[in-house]
Nanobody, 124 residues
Framework: QVQLVESGGGLVQAGDSLRLSCAASGHTFSSYTMGWFRQAPGKDREFVAAINWSGSSTNYADSVRGRFTISRDNAKNTVYLQMNSLKPEDTAVYYC?????????????????WGQGTQVTVSS
């Protein structure tokens, strides 16, 4: 069992940066691929980024590639999402999740542990 708790969300202006954190409980954190997803109001939840267990492989949605960076610190049981050059369309609730699949697999059904989410609001 893995429990995930996101933090770091907030209200920022377009062009600003934020770093989200996801702290995991459980000694098996380093075994999992970790992903970030987001859900904007009135829209389906969508894939944002994922990182494999060692941090050597990452995958990004086209909409965030070049602006967002996913990383992890297995010693701290934490995965991060550095978000730069934020846009109003990045406004959403951001969730972290754990999977045993490769980062290239973006299907939500492959992720079986989920956090409660953290709100990110980007004003224009």
């Amino acid at each position: 069992q893995v429990q995930l708790v996101e933090s770091g969300g907030g209200l920022v202006q377009a062009g600003d940066s934020l770093r989200l954190s996801c702290a995991a409980s459980g000694h098996t954190f380093s075994s999992y691929t970790m992903g970030w997803f987001r859900q904007a109001p009135g829209k389906d939840r969508e894939f944002v980024a994922a990182i494999n267990w060692s941090g050597s492989s990452t995958n990004y949605a086209d909409s965030v590639r070049g602006r967002f960076t996913i990383s992890r610190d297995n010693a701290k049981n934490t995965v991060y999402l550095q978000m730069n050059s934020l846009k109003p369309e990045d406004t959403a609730v951001y969730y972290c999740a754990a999977s045993m699949s490769r980062p290239s697999n973006e299907e939500q059904s492959r992720y079986f542990y989920w956090g409660q989410g953290t709100q990110v609001t980007v004003s224009s």
